[in-house]
């Protein structure tokens, strides 16, 4: 049997296709910046902050690192109206996809924090600097420095991963493929086209967090 390729339903689907980009797209911005953002936060409290507030983060991390992503989605879309919070479905993802990235990124910054040389606390104390001050003028900069190839990685998966949206009807690139094969039957190229995209994306998202790390760190963009 000779499967004969066909591209030409790219024309009439184009604007599905463009819109599950640009969805996809805000995911990954909204999710990268609030997610690293919250990571900061709750790697500053494991490494360095009150006693009590500990137990509290760490459960947070271990709730969301041993779960299925999946899952946590559909906690929140189909979970959180049975308490009288309804959200729609890109506030569902966008959710879920910080919450996600937050978890991750807590672990891979607090790495960074805790091989921070002693003597950068020691200078921030003898400068009558607080904690937070210390942590925040001090250590958090080299720290992002040295986990940033890695913190990469993990926002590329995360972007990656939010191809699960569309199990709650939120547009995404993955919805716009389904909508597209369940229309023109031809599977095999719609989800061709979808690939090809994620990749293209991937490596774009790529070079922008490299540049991002060049113009943060110019000590490391110099080495």
Request: charged share 10%; hydrophobic share 55%; net charge positive.
């Amino acid at each position: 049997m000779n499967y004969q390729f066909e591209f030409g339903w790219l024309v009439e689907y184009y604007p599905q296709i463009a819109k599950g980009i640009a969805i996809t797209i805000q995911l990954i911005a909204v999710g990268a910046v609030a997610g690293i953002s919250l990571g900061i936060v709750c790697a500053w409290v494991r490494a360095l902050g009150p006693a009590w507030l500990k137990p509290v983060v760490a459960a947070y991390v271990e709730l969301i690192r041993n779960t299925p992503f999946l899952i946590q989605l559909f906690f929140i879309f189909f979970g959180l109206p049975s308490l009288g919070l309804k959200l729609s479905e890109l506030q569902a993802a966008n959710i879920a996809m910080v919450v996600n990235l937050g978890a991750y990124s807590c672990e891979i910054i607090r790495a960074g924090i805790q091989a921070t040389p002693k003597g950068q606390f020691e200078a921030g104390s003898s400068l009558a600097m607080t904690p937070f001050e210390t942590f925040r003028h001090v250590v958090l900069i080299p720290s992002l420095e040295r986990i940033w190839p890695a913190l990469s990685s993990q926002v590329v998966i995360v972007m990656l991963g939010s191809a699960v949206v569309s199990q709650i009807a939120a547009e995404d690139l993955t919805f716009a493929a389904n909508f597209i094969q369940s229309r023109t039957f031809r599977a095999f190229e719609a989800y061709m086209v979808s690939t090809a995209v994620y990749l293209l994306l991937a490596i774009l998202l790529r070079q922008v967090l490299g540049t991002v790390g060049w113009l943060i760190f110019p000590k490391r963009a110099a080495g």
